[in-house]
């Protein structure tokens, strides 16, 4: 007959000085634990009774779900009897989807996005664990300034260590897929509530930021929940828990006059202001195309006078026609078409093609070199808007308004839904706000 019993495991402290409570399981002089994933400071436990002292705040709730766990694991026990060992006796007790951490499915989740060649979201997504991982183990002793100051020297150690080759991106993925330190169990309304008060006090994030991080973790329960991970009564964010609200911003278009003086600034040719400032005019006169695939046009995406390309973001295909402002600027490139590996803009001329990691990498790098120079451009043109790489999509949003019918703009903008197109003009279209409040003020 086996013994079971609930447990706190001391030699499992965790940095916050909290220990995980599981079930000892013991048959034939063989004992194995199943973590249960609640941690509990070991003041708070009563190891006569096996139960949470009333001295922890949630003493109630967590003893009647430690009841519910133990008769579980009493009946599995009762129902197998003597067949099997201790160990398969956990393995029942943890059921399908085995003792995975909230961690090793997300470093699973990151690793498929990754050998898909979608680096952009699987590099966002580990940076939201490491996020994570600050938080779990912030020392609240130390006051704001040194916690901020630790958290920014940890990452540039990581940057600098992933530039030297000395641990690579896989490696940080390895390193979460093992890490235990966070289960799905421990995320509930009070643990994301924290969370979103850490990342704006100490990460210094705004709302929409902390938004994707709610995103990720939503769907990472989804998946979770989905594999028999976790069982849906965890989920935090059902019924009339934590809602996650997304919410709008104020989109802001430079004008005809603002895109004029751009284009009459006289830059040194071949410089790399010059070449921010034709990479940003062409992805203009395209209707708003990402700066990044800008970066990755090659002439071959060039035939019968039009340009053909899918969008990196959703894959998309579109053919457009070559504005004569556009043309102007990539005859100069022609020139140099033999020296940039095919591409028509500098950037990648030394990129591995055959490498997708390497492309992602280097079209990161020229995005973060335009962001800079454009400020340089905003000063040279006297424009007070944020000049950045993203602005030449709201530019174009910002001069066609009303002009252009929206269904033509939501192939313009490659949109999969109407609505979205919709939603986004509106941030451009005031007429009828302007008509109507000079209606009533202009009396």
């Known amino acids: 007959m086996s013994s079971i019993k609930i447990v706190i495991r001391k030699n499992k402290l965790r940095k916050d000085g909290t220990v995980p409570l599981a079930l000892r399981i013991s048959k ?9 994933g609640i941690y509990i400071y070991e003041k708070d436990w009563d190891e006569v009774k096996g139960k949470v002292k009333r001295t922890h705040p949630n003493s109630q709730k967590i003893n009647n779900f430690l009841l519910k766990k133990l008769t579980e694991a009493n009946d599995i026990s009762f129902e197998v009897n003597d067949r099997i060992s201790s160990k398969e006796i956990k393995k029942k007790v943890i059921g399908p989807g085995g003792q995975k951490s909230f961690f090793s499915v997300a470093g699973e989740r990151i690793e ?21 991982e600050e938080f779990i183990t912030l020392k609240r002793s130390l006051n704001k300034s040194e916690i901020i100051s630790g958290i920014k020297n940890r990452r540039k150690e990581r940057i600098s260590n992933g530039r030297k080759a000395e641990y690579s991106f896989i490696d940080a993925v390895a390193y979460f897929k093992k890490n235990q330190k966070l289960n799905f169990q421990d995320i509930d309304e ?14 210094g994030h ?28 965890f989920y935090p964010f059902a019924n009339e828990k934590e809602k996650i609200r997304i919410g709008s911003s104020h989109k802001i278009g430079l004008t005809i006059e603002e895109i004029e003086r751009i284009e009459n600034l006289e830059l040194e040719k071949w410089s790399s202001i010059w070449h921010t400032y034709n990479v940003w005019l062409v992805a203009f006169y ?10 990755q046009l090659k002439w071959s995406d060039f035939k019968d006078n039009r340009l053909f390309y899918i969008m990196n973001k959703n894959e998309k295909p579109l053919s457009l026609k070559i504005p004569d402002k556009a043309a102007a600027i990539l005859k100069f490139y022609k020139k140099e078409s033999n020296q940039n590996n095919g591409y028509v803009f500098p950037f990648l001329r030394n990129a591995d093609c055959n490498n997708a990691e390497d492309i992602f990498i280097k079209t990161r790098n020229a995005t973060k070199l ?17 000049l950045s790489n993203h602005i030449a999509r709201h530019s174009f949003g910002n001069i066609a308004g009303d002009k252009i019918n929206p269904l033509m703009l939501q192939k313009l903008y490659r949109h999969s839904d109407l609505k979205t197109t919709l939603n986004y003009q509106a941030n451009f279209i005031h007429r009828d706000t302007d008509d109507a409040l000079d209606s009533v003020v202009n009396f």
């Open 28 to 36: 034939d002089y063989k004992t194995n634990y199943s973590f249960i």
């Open 206 to 233: 705004k709302t929409r930021t902390i938004t994707n991080q709610l995103i990720f973790i939503r769907t990472l329960f989804n998946i979770a929940i989905k594999e028999n991970v976790i069982d849906i009564k």
């Open 370 to 386: 335009f962001n800079k120079f454009l400020k340089r451009i905003a000063l040279l043109c006297d424009i007070d808007k944020n």
């Open 190 to 203: 009070a643990f994301i509530k924290n969370y979103k008060t850490f990342c704006i006090t100490y990460l």
């Open 112 to 132: 498929t996005k990754y050998n898909r060649g979608t680096f952009s979201v699987a590099k966002s997504e580990l940076s939201i664990l490491y996020n994570l």
């Open 286 to 295: 395209f209707a708003g195309i990402r700066i990044s695939d800008i970066v």
